[in-house]
């Protein structure tokens, strides 16, 4: 024991590290801890903490030739500019760890460097990661574990012990490794297929303990996976807004979707416009009357952007128009035209018409009871729309231009009362019309059209387009264009003549 100390003295050092696997997928996040609160703090993307109560101190971003808040002469990070190493200023128990998915099919190897200094000559490793002890219980150790087992376990949620300073139940027995960090290695290959946590801990009741921990890594031989694009579905265009809807990209091992950022080009140059949220739609603002934009999404993580989204163009209407733009997708959903709806006449002034949400376009055997011509008939589906806060008993025509010409026999159905027979039926509505590539509706609130009947300021727009059969048995062709781009004219057509009513009542 004594030759023990004299070798060891105050400080014990110990290194652990794996040989580069040259494999294609690293999935530990921030293995090399450069990403933390600064220097002292006790957050790192992508870990998590645990401490047992009472403790103190923990495992610190540490940079340097210094610990992060003692301080003494330690290792400097082997890797990068920082490392996660424990500190504390009293007796304490703590754990970093993270949560990691190993690819099914192919090998896997842990790596990571470790760094042991005691401030104590006593270290003893019990079965336990209680730091509140009689004896001494002054350990480091790398397991990995069973996600399932609490965070102190050392038994059976145990799967692998991949360092342990000192050797369980004995005195430190290493001779002296010299100042810096040194490596080990773990083959993980056996857990291909299986979520497992990895974690770090170290314990002291006898005196200070410097745990230094970098470079911590898992590769699999899986190839490394990419972040998707996401796909631009539909878009509306109001003023200098346009609200982009787009679908989801799933995180990959190690690069987490946190957001998505837009951005909107003008095609005639100019400085681009974006946006962000952490889910669809996202707003661009600022945009200039008149101008055509191209606009792209990509998902965002901490560390990355994702690659691009199919681009759309469109045509911000002119200032004092009353018109939108709504997207006019393929039937594979990505966005690629538009069509205009304006406002025709004096109701396209401000109304304090509020559009309800819309639970967008159903199939049309959802309905109460099929309608007469089949539900193959129905292209685009049904459509509810509802708008409140609008004018009494006002009323609006609303025209929707398309890029391509809607063949003659199209009509507009809806399934709802009418004033000659209040039960629910399907009706052609009459206020539908069409001209070369443009068609209208024109609604009044409480009159035919409106599904409520009321004169409230209301209006429930519930229909669809309808292709026309021939005699002969064929069908008037219909633009497939998506539903959702339908959906974002019919809304836009509602909401404007909500607003035409309350004007006609001033």
Not at 60 to 65: D, P
Not at 262 to 275: E, F
């Amino acid at each position: 024991m004594k030759s023990l100390r004299r070798t060891l003295g105050a400080a014990l050092w110990l290194a652990l590290a794996v040989a580069s696997t040259g494999h294609a997928t690293e999935l530990v996040a921030n293995g090399g801890f450069e990403s933390n609160g600064g220097v002292g703090s006790a957050t790192f993307a992508g870990w998590q903490t645990f401490m047992q109560s009472g403790s103190r101190g923990g495992f610190l971003a540490q940079q340097g030739n210094k610990s992060a808040v003692t301080p003494v002469t330690v290792a400097a990070s082997p890797q990068g500019t920082f490392a996660a190493m424990s500190d504390q200023p009293g007796p304490g128990s703590h754990v970093l760890y993270q949560d990691i998915a190993i690819p099914a099919g192919y090998p896997a190897t842990l790596t990571a460097q470790v760094y042991v200094q005691s401030a104590s000559s006593l270290a003893a490793a019990p079965a336990t990661l209680d730091y509140t002890l009689a004896t001494p219980n002054q350990q480091a150790r790398i397991d990995v574990m069973k996600p399932a087992a609490t965070l102190d376990d050392v038994g059976s949620g145990v799967l692998a012990n991949v360092f342990q300073w000192p050797a369980s139940g004995a005195t430190p027995t290493y001779p002296v490794q010299g100042s810096g960090y040194q490596t080990v290695t773990l083959d993980m290959s056996s857990y291909a297929g299986q979520t497992v946590r990895l974690r770090i801990a170290e314990v002291d009741n006898r005196q200070s303990l410097f745990f230094g921990v970098d470079a911590v890594s898992i590769n699999s031989g899986a190839p490394a996976a990419q972040l998707g694009a996401p796909t631009i579905v539909n878009y509306f265009v109001q003023g200098a807004s346009a609200v982009l809807s787009f679908t989801p990209v799933a995180s990959v091992p190690v690069q987490t979707v946190t957001g998505y950022t837009a951005q909107c080009t003008p095609q005639g140059g100019g400085a681009a416009l974006t946006g962000g949220a952490v889910a669809s739609p996202i707003t661009v603002a600022g945009l200039t009357a008149g101008a055509t934009y191209s606009c792209i999404v990509a998902a965002t993580t901490s560390t990355t952007t994702g690659p691009a989204s199919n681009s759309v163009s469109f045509a911000v209407p002119t200032a004092g128009s009353n018109g939108v733009v709504v997207s006019v997708p393929t039937t594979g959903g990505a966005a690629i035209g538009s069509a205009t709806v304006a406002l025709a006449g004096a109701g396209g002034s401000a109304t304090s018409c509020v559009l309800q949400p819309v639970s967008g376009f159903q199939p049309v055997t959802s309905a109460p009871v099929p309608p007469p011509q089949g539900a193959a008939a129905y292209p685009f589906g049904l459509l509810n729309v509802s708008a409140t806060g609008c004018a009494p008993g006002a009323a609006a025509q609303l025209t929707v231009t398309l890029a391509q010409a809607i063949p003659a026999g199209a009509q507009y159905w809806k399934y709802g009362p009418t004033p000659s027979n209040t039960a629910p039926h399907w009706y052609a509505f009459g206020g539908f019309s069409v001209t070369g590539n443009s068609y209208t509706l024109s609604l009044i609130d409480g009159a035919e059209g409106d599904d409520d009947l009321l004169a409230n300021g209301t209006i429930k727009d519930p229909g669809g387009v309808m292709v026309v059969v021939t005699s002969s048995g064929g069908s008037v062709a219909v633009p497939l264009w998506n539903l959702w781009g339908l959906m974002g004219a019919a809304l836009m057509l509602s909401l404007a003549a909500l607003r035409r009513r309350h004007l006609l009542r001033h």
